[in-house]
């Protein structure tokens, strides 16, 4: 919405809109609901201009009527004249009120629609500014990180154990340098139509127990359970169904205390592959539930959230579940949590 963001000095997750943003945006306003304004007046002149004018010439109609009719003489036909006269001026002034209230439903439903499309530009101005700050964030996290790491061992001798912890680290760091780049790349080129997507047959649970496996690797400190059913096969993407695990499995730890396990279940509903990942976070409100799935959304308000991400996780796995013929959806996890449930029907 606004030109740019700036971060507050004390609070990194904390974004905020500058002075020239709001003057623009307020300057903008004020430009909108003026021109508005002014057609609706100049509408209401029109109708008014009009109507001193037809009744103008009814006045005129009925004094040259009176000069050319005796109306004792004549009355039948000084009535019918008059009469003639009088349901002239009120077709005029139907005619009048018709066109007035259609030039003013236009105005209206036109300035609806003008308001609601810049609003929408601005809002995904806004969303895609505060994605640019998390991606530069989330892409200098790890590189400093791993920058870090390597300046240590080369500058220290340490032994084998810390060595091997040090490098631990900086693989997990570059796993998630490519998580984030994975998810950033596959986006473009799906919007864009540069992603020759592929259907074979997989082992889906085995990509499964791969995707999981990974993740103890890299979170070691995280607790997983797993209810897979084996020999689970869907048609698809290799790349993109490992996507949408892993966006799945990184949005449940994001979101669950380090103490709580994420729950995968992966088995056959009702002649469907389903798959069901768990967790035991704080869940996600109703209204919540279908905004999560846009482009760059998050949950909460972008001045106070302190959760990591780009909002595009979320999106990517819908996308991807709708190039795979399956419906992703997300419920509440009993007592506290949410359930994210993708089911496969081709």
Request: net charge positive.
């Amino acid at each position: 919405m606004w030109d740019f963001v700036l971060k507050r000095k004390n609070n990194p997750g904390v974004t905020i809109m500058p002075d020239a943003g709001r003057k623009r945006l307020k300057s903008i306003a004020i430009i909108y609901w003026s021109l508005l304004l002014y057609i609706i007046a100049a509408l209401v002149w029109w109708f008014i201009s009009l109507e001193k004018q037809n009744s103008m010439m009814e006045g005129y109609k009925v004094h040259q009527l009176r000069n050319t009719i005796d109306s004792l003489q004549y009355p039948q036909q000084y009535r019918s004249e008059l009469s003639s006269i009088r349901l002239e001026h009120g077709k005029n002034r139907t005619k009048y009120i018709g066109e007035g209230s259609i030039f003013f439903l236009f105005i209206i439903i036109g300035a609806v629609f003008i308001y609601r499309s810049i609003r929408r530009q601005f809002k995904m101005q806004q969303q895609q500014q505060n994605f640019m700050m998390a991606v530069t964030h989330e892409l200098k996290t790890p590189i400093s990180v791993a920058r870090l790491n390597l300046e240590t061992l080369q500058k220290h001798s340490l032994d084998p154990e810390k060595q091997k912890k040090i490098i631990r680290m900086t693989l997990e760091e570059t796993a998630r340098l490519n998580f984030l780049t994975n998810n950033i790349l596959v986006s473009s080129q799906l919007e864009g139509g540069g992603y020759q997507s592929s259907h074979e047959d997989l082992d889906f649970s085995a990509l499964l127990k791969d995707c999981i496996l990974d993740f103890r690797k890299r979170f070691p400190e995280r607790k997983f359970t797993e209810q897979i059913q084996p020999d689970m096969e869907v048609k698809g993407d290799l790349l993109l169904l490992q996507i949408l695990i892993n966006n799945l499995l990184e949005n449940a730890l994001k979101y669950s205390p380090r103490e709580c396990p994420v729950k995968s279940i992966l088995r056959e509903e009702n002649n469907h592959v389903q798959l069901q990942i768990i967790d035991e976070g704080p869940g996600i409100a109703e209204n919540e539930k279908k905004k999560i799935f846009a482009k760059f959304y998050r949950i909460g308000n972008e001045s106070t959230r302190t959760t990591q991400g780009t909002g595009l996780g979320l999106y990517l796995c819908s996308k991807i579940a709708r190039d795979h013929k399956a419906d992703i959806r997300v419920t509440n996890n009993i007592p506290h949590g949410a359930n994210f449930t993708v089911t496969f029907y081709d």
